[in-house]
């Protein structure tokens, strides 16, 4: 055979796990997202996150300006929470203060865990403008999604509890999706909803007016409660928790710090 000569096969194409372009094309899309489940999942296992508290609230509140002191509150609350769950830390992590991972109130939470030494989780989502990772999150737990329904996801699977503060668009969507889900029944679990700040969220939204409309049902009003400071919400969440503190693992339970079956439904 002439040395010059090129094996017919030498060219060989990638594996299609290592195929860089198939993997960003449209017909891998159900690959891209099964990674998003898959991805955090394997992480929140091998760090023994049992559950979280979630916060959720404005990119744009800074720790200085108008409305800081949601800011300073949302710190403060998280770093309470985070001291008051070292109790409970027993092979697993419990009630780790989760946020959309950005800045403002998502940096106020995780900064508030970061200054207790805890844990703290930032499920990050590329956007053209506010949405960079902040620098409190636990490097482990810092995830950055493409798509919008696995960060919701994720949001809801772990949360024993949320804590919304002001916020637009999409705090707004974050809180409906959540009291929807609760109305519905649609959670395997209970999970307590806090909307902080009662003289903005009765402000910005007429709950009595969808109770008057016939649009939701008064019982609907029981599913969340309002605050005003760090320590009563900080009451309530520990109130609430404590309960969840003591139940044995279930079905229910989400099956991140078990080796077996972790596809099993749990949460959401």
């Known amino acids: 055979m002439d040395q010059t000569t090129t094996p017919p096969h030498s060219d060989r194409r990638p594996a299609a796990y290592l195929n860089q372009e198939f993997l960003n094309s449209p017909d891998a899309r159900a690959l891209r997202i099964l990674a998003e489940f898959l991805e955090p999942l394997a992480h929140f296992r091998r760090e023994k996150v049992r559950d979280t508290v979630v916060f959720f609230g404005s990119a744009r509140l800074r720790e200085e300006g108008p409305l800081a002191e949601y800011y300073r509150d949302a710190r403060t609350l998280a770093r309470?929470?985070?001291?008051?769950?070292e109790q409970f830390v027993n092979g697993t992590y419990r009630f780790v203060v989760c946020s959309g991972g950005g800045p403002g109130i998502m940096e106020a939470a995780n900064r508030g865990a970061h200054d207790a030494r805890g844990k703290?989780?930032?499920?990050?989502?590329?956007?053209?403008?506010?949405?960079?990772?902040?620098?409190?999150?636990?490097?482990?737990?810092?995830f950055e999604f493409h798509y919008f329904f696995m960060r919701k996801f994720w949001f809801a699977y772990l949360a024993k509890a949320m804590v919304v503060f002001p916020g637009g668009f999409g705090t707004l969507d974050e809180m409906l999706e959540l009291l929807t889900l609760s109305q519905t029944q649609k959670l395997a679990k209970k999970v307590t909803i806090l909307l902080y700040g009662e003289k903005y969220w009765k402000e910005i939204l007429n709950f009595d007016a969808l109770v008057r409309?016939?649009?939701?049902?008064?019982?609907?009003?029981?599913?969340?409660?309002?605050?005003d400071?760090?320590?009563?919400?900080?009451?309530?969440?520990?109130t609430d928790l404590t309960v969840y503190a003591q139940q044995p693992e279930s079905a229910e339970m989400p099956a991140i710090a078990r080796s077996r079956n972790p596809l099993k439904p749990a949460g959401a």
């Open 80 to 85: 309470l929470l985070t001291e008051w769950s």
């Open 120 to 142: 703290t989780i930032g499920l990050n989502i590329g956007l053209p403008f506010e949405q960079f990772p902040n620098p409190y999150i636990t490097p482990e737990l810092s």
């Open 229 to 238: 400071d760090p320590q009563t919400a900080f009451e309530l969440l520990k």
């Open 213 to 227: 409309y016939g649009m939701i049902s008064p019982d609907d009003l029981k599913l969340f409660r309002y605050v």
